[in-house]
């Protein structure tokens, strides 16, 4: 119950002072702008008590939401807010909060919260009303009569559960609750962050164990989806009262530093911005240029990284403008008539972060050795930077020229798409994965490690398609992501086009391609914990082998040791070859000597030197219909490559001379194929079938030890005839768990 805050002006560990500290100790005086005057709640619960407002006039308490609502909302229609307010002083007339004063103004101070983020009318009314249900005998069913599903679904998504129906799991069921509510309406989330800020400003009479239990949960769970859901201001605020609560001494320490800092009577980046205005006024460039001073736990991260603080580690320098372009000429003027730091610089308008932040982030350096961290963007920009999706509006509402019957009230098309365009990734992930949580224990302690992750990766999928990974996440994790449970048959992927195992940890931007197995009684590998970084993997994973007591493929199962001939024997071993390496060869074959022979035999090669010997390159196998080159070695040998051999490049750098070849006529030839596949039985006995099927001869054959559930083929074959190698490689290419075929090419050069 929210009643249990406490008046802010009431002493206690956290005091009152605390955002006062930010705006009045961090601003430099040059640059504080004047701001609306504080608002007086025991003036407001005061004047709640008088009773509700002649009807059709606006009540005086509520005077400060109206202002701030109108600046953002000038034509917002009122009438749902003074039915609204008027509802909430009369349900909640006579209760008190700890602090002594009337009920009401903590859902006042919600509202103005809310109200000077830009939030829209539906979200006011509803943040007016979201404690009558639970505190007071109104019923959701009254709210929607009185102000329809909208407000009535937003009241029912911040509404707690009772401890008495769920015990020690009211908590937990209830933050599951509210996600799955902002997972259909992000401004659930919103009004509950707002609620938590003002309870965290007013926290100061209670026990100092209650005081910390509420900042925990507020640190591991309502700051990471403030962060996620950009709304910074709400964020960094919350951020510093928990710091006041949890880290009193070190609290008081960056207090100091900040306030020592502004009594100093330079001011860098006063200096710097007065130099920045002059650049961007020359230029013609229409900008408005802010100290941005940083907040608690900003100096303090600050002067954790850099140890002895400088006056521009106190603050950043915002440039506002009006246009996305004027971005980029602001910064290109302050490169060019200014020293920039080059590494500092990221551009999240090109590529903006998963919270919807847009900004570019640039920092110069002063004359004496100091950095300026400058950020550069829109006014537009600047507004959804600090309120996120508060900021957006309303997101169900029809475009304005749209008839009304397209969007109902629920926020859901006729069609059944979704009309929200600010539903996350993570918030997607996090709406799968919760459903498989199976204990309210299981879904807090995972909820808490994934919100722990607070950056976010973008991979692309070969068809176009985008996968939202926390940074961190593997192959493993991108599986699950895009095909759940399915991805139990996953068996190796393509990274940026090159085989990977599971356990790759991807990069923002990889491409992925995950290959599926086809066996239907495919498993997942026990050893996909270790690499599984999502909540949505893990669970996947840990279910399936509950589920299976002696399941979970090993890699040792999977490493092709146990593979059949198609004969039904196992392949000799090589008296020389490591445990786990296989040689199948007919009895007449050669044996192999430092690696896969290329000795042709029928293939007829035709040179410009006559009389000398030809030899086909052992690096690269040629076969026809290749393009091929020459070079002659010791003892008149001339060598064949294939074109694209890497020796051929490194024999032209060293100034070798090509000699003119040519294939003349032929018959069979030999050639040598490596194929990459992941480990699976029964593979080896595949292949070979596959090959004997082509009609293609098997010289020799060796299977590499496996890495990472990764095995590596390697096949000289005897071909009755040059043009079956396509269809030869496109048979192995189709053998389930193989997914490379390729003509050996060894990296060295020689021949």
Known sequence: MSAEATNPATPGPVAPTASAAVTAAAVPRADRRKSRPRIDLRRLGRAALLGPAVRGKLPDAISHVVEAHRAHHPDANLDPLRRAYVLAESSHRGQMRKSGEPYITHPLAVTLILAELGAETTTLTASLLHDTVEDTDVTLDQVREQFGEEVRYL????TKLEKVDYGAAAEPETFRKMLVATGSDVR???????DRLHNMR???????????RIAKVTRDVLIPLAERLGVQALKTEMEDLVFAILHPGEYEHTRRLIADNAARPDDPLAEVADEMRGVLREAGIQAEVLIRPRHFVSVHRVARKRGQLRGT??????????????????LGELHTCMTPVVSEFKDFIAVPKFNLYQSLHTAVARPDGQVVEVLIRTHQMHKVAEAGVVALGNPYAPAPDAPASDVPASG??????RADPTRPGWLSRLLEWQQAAPDPDTFWSTLREDLAQDRELTVFRPDGGTLGLPEGATCVDAAYAQYGEDAHACIGARVNGRLATLSTVLKDGDTVQLLMGQDPASEPSREWLEHAHTPAARIAIQRWLATHPGGGTSTEDMTGTRAETAEGTAPARRADAPPGTLA???ADAAPVEGGPTARSRGADVLMDRPGASVRL????TPVPPDEITGFAVRGG????HRMECAAVADMKGRGRGEIGVRWGDTTECRVTLVAESFGRPHLLADLTEAISSAGVDIVSATVEPPSQQRVRHTYTLLLPDAARLPALMRAMRDVPGVYDVARAQHQAPGS
């Open 155 to 158: 009241v029912d998504g911040v």
């Open 188 to 194: 659930v989330m919103s009004i509950k962050l707002a």
């Open 202 to 212: 007013t926290l100061g009479v209670m026990r100092p164990e209650k005081q910390a």
């Open 313 to 330: 580690d106190f603050g950043r320098l915002l440039v506002l403008v009006n246009e996305d372009a004027d971005c980029y000429g602001v």
């Open 412 to 417: 859901t098309p006729a069609d059944g798409e």
């Open 584 to 586: 199948a060869r007919p």
């Open 617 to 620: 390159a052992r690096c690269c």
């Open 637 to 640: 040998v001339v060598t064949v």
